[in-house]
C-alpha cells in the first residue's frame, strides 16, 4: 500500500509474517550518481534557496575583417560583451512520523496468515517508518532533479520549486514530432551539442523502459549465434563522445536526456547545526512519538547548453 496521511496505530499498521518486499520503484539512478542524499551533507553546499549555477557571455559571429591602413590610424568604436547570470533554487523536502505508543508497544500482535515458529520482521515501527519515508524522500529528489520545473519563492507563502534537467534545456532540444526513436533523431541531437559548445565530459543518456529497448533496437549488433540471442546497449561510441545508457523510471516516456555528468552535482542548503537532510523529534501532544526528515535540496547543472534532450517520442 502507498503512504497514509495518519497517526501509525495497531490497526492501520497491522503487522505480518513473511518476508519483507517493498513492491513499488524505487530506483534513483540520477540521484545515485550524485553521490546519493549522503553526499549533501559533504559538499555542494549554499547558504541561500537561491544559488548561481554560471554566468555567461556571447560573442559575435566570426567575420573577416577588412580594415584598410588609412583606417587603422583611427582607434574603432569600443566593443564591449555584457554578461548575464543563470540561477536555481534549492526546495523542501519534509516528510512526518507519528507512531502511538500503543503501536509501539504491540510488535507482537500479528495479523493475517501466522505460521508456528516464524518472527515478524519488523521488530521496531518508528525505525521503519522513518527508513520508508527517506526512501519517498529520495525518489522525489530523483523525479525532481529530472521534472522539476523552476519557481522562485517570493515570499513564504510561494513554495520554492528546483528547475530539473529537462525543464532546463533549451538550447539543444529536438522535438521528434510523436515519431519512433532512431539514429537520426540521437545524431540530430549530438550535432545541435556540438554545434553549440558542448564539451562531452562524461555524457549519460537517460531513459524510461520503453525508450531503453529502443535504443537496444537502434544499435544494436548481435554476432551469429544458433544459441544467443538479444542484446542490452549500454554504451553507444558517436562521432562526438561516448554515450553512456541509463535507465531511469522517473523520465518521461516519451523523452530523453543526454547529460554531461561532471556539470551536474546536487545542491543543499543547510541548517544550522542540523544539516541538509536529517530527522528530529517534534514536541508531544499525546501518547505517541513524532518526528520528522527536512531537507533543502536543489539542482546544479552548470550551464543549460552542455546537455541535451529529444521530446515528442512515441511510447508504443
Not at 553546499?45 to 577588412?66: H, I, R
Not at 500503543?102 to 522513518?130: C, H, P, R, Y
Not at 523552476?150 to 532540444?173: D, E, I
Request: hydrophobic share 40%; aromatic share 8%.
Amino acid at each position: 500500500m502507498a503512504s497514509t496521511s495518519a497517526t501509525g496505530t495497531v490497526w492501520n499498521l497491522p503487522n505480518y509474517i513473511g518476508e519483507l518486499f517493498q513492491i513499488s520503484r524505487k530506483q534513483t539512478p540520477l540521484l545515485n550518481m550524485l553521490g546519493g542524499t549522503g553526499a549533501l551533507q559533504r559538499g555542494g553546499l549554499v547558504n541561500s534557496f537561491e544559488f548561481p549555477l554560471n554566468q555567461t557571455y556571447s560573442l559575435d559571429s566570426a567575420s573577416q575583417p577588412a580594415i584598410t591602413e588609412t583606417a587603422s590610424l583611427t582607434a574603432p568604436t569600443s566593443s564591449v560583451y555584457a554578461r548575464s547570470q543563470t540561477t536555481n533554487t534549492v526546495q523542501i523536502f519534509q516528510k512526518a512520523v507519528t507512531i502511538s505508543y500503543a503501536k509501539m508497544s504491540n510488535n507482537n500482535a500479528i495479523s493475517g496468515l501466522a505460521l508456528t515458529g516464524q518472527q515478524q520482521q519488523v521488530t521496531n515501527e518508528k525505525d521503519f517508518q522513518i527508513a520508508a519515508n527517506l526512501e519517498q524522500i529520495a525518489l522525489d529528489v530523483n523525479y525532481t532533479f529530472h521534472n522539476g520545473a523552476y519557481q522562485q519563492a517570493v515570499n513564504a507563502g510561494t513554495a520554492a520549486k528546483t528547475r530539473g534537467l529537462l525543464s532546463a534545456v533549451s538550447t539543444n532540444a529536438v522535438a521528434a514530432g510523436t515519431t519512433v526513436l532512431t539514429k537520426a533523431l540521437i545524431d540530430q541531437l549530438l550535432k545541435a551539442m556540438a554545434d553549440n559548445g558542448a564539451t562531452f565530459g562524461d555524457m549519460f543518456m537517460f531513459v524510461n523502459s520503453f525508450q531503453k529497448q529502443k535504443v537496444s533496437d537502434v544499435y544494436s549488433y548481435v554476432p551469429d549465434s544458433r544459441n544467443v540471442g538479444g542484446s542490452n546497449i549500454k554504451q553507444i561510441e558517436t562521432d562526438f563522445c561516448i554515450v553512456n545508457v541509463v535507465f531511469d523510471p522517473h523520465v518521461p516516456a516519451a523523452s530523453l536526456g543526454i547529460y554531461d555528468m561532471s556539470a551536474i552535482k546536487a545542491v543543499g542548503c543547510p541548517v544550522p547545526d542540523k544539516g541538509v537532510l536529517f530527522y528530529e523529534e517534534l514536541s508531544k501532544t499525546g501518547a505517541s512519538e513524532s518526528g520528522q526528515l527536512y531537507g533543502q535540496i536543489g539542482l546544479d547543472y552548470g550551464h543549460e547548453t552542455q546537455h541535451g534532450k529529444i521530446t515528442g517520442l512515441t511510447t508504443s
